[in-house]
């Protein structure tokens, strides 16, 4: 490689150089990375669902937010929107990609199973989001475990802001 015989620098253009060349950029992608197509977050418990709402007025690309009212142990899991209006699981469900639970005590192991089993048949990512100090949630944490691809514990509330971002929500 040739050198400036003043300063002994290389005369040569750098690889950061010919890279940002017009000829370099027209092999770049162009287009963005495309979001998640159908987003779902479900807040199972009254802790949760006050933690969803904050994540809900973020911006996202196409995210659905849902909270859980079934009602006790044994019966079908049943969503509701934040308005209050019941959405039947299924439906929730329906076309998802991606699917995360958002969990801060064991009210809603139940739906987090049942939920769990239904992304597993429909082939959404999973993630479980467990939010609390303590082990307020270990049942909802065993009913997630064998669907959730993502599992995060943790006690940072801004975590699960950043784990919907990572996965594009």
């Known amino acids: 490689m040739p050198l400036n015989t003043r300063t002994n620098a290389p005369t040569d253009p750098g690889a950061c150089v010919r890279a940002s060349s017009a000829h370099e950029s027209s092999y770049r992608i162009q287009v963005p990375i495309r979001p998640a197509r159908a987003a779902r977050v ?6 949760a669902e006050g933690v969803a709402h904050r994540l809900a007025a ?10 859980n009212r079934t009602p006790g142990a044994g019966g ?12 039947p699981l299924a439906e929730a469900l329906d076309g998802a990609d991606v699917v995360v639970v958002l969990a801060t005590d064991d009210h809603g192991r139940d739906a987090a199973a049942q939920i769990g089993r239904h992304c597993g048949r429909n082939g959404s990512t999973t993630a479980g ?3 609390g100090d303590g082990f307020e949630a270990d049942d909802a944490v ?7 691809r993502v ?3 943790t006690a940072d509330e801004s975590d699960a802001f950043e784990l919907l971002t990572a996965l594009r929500v």
């Not at 479900?42 to 802790?47: G, K, N, P, Q």
């Open 76 to 87: 079908g899991a049943r969503l509701a929107t934040f308005d209050g209006l019941p959405v």
């Open 58 to 67: 973020a911006r996202w690309a196409a995210a659905r937010f849902y909270v």
């Open 151 to 153: 599992l995060l514990l």
């Open 129 to 131: 989001i467990v939010l």
């Open 142 to 148: 065993a009913a997630l475990r064998p669907y959730a």
């Open 42 to 47: 479900i807040a199972l418990d009254e802790r």
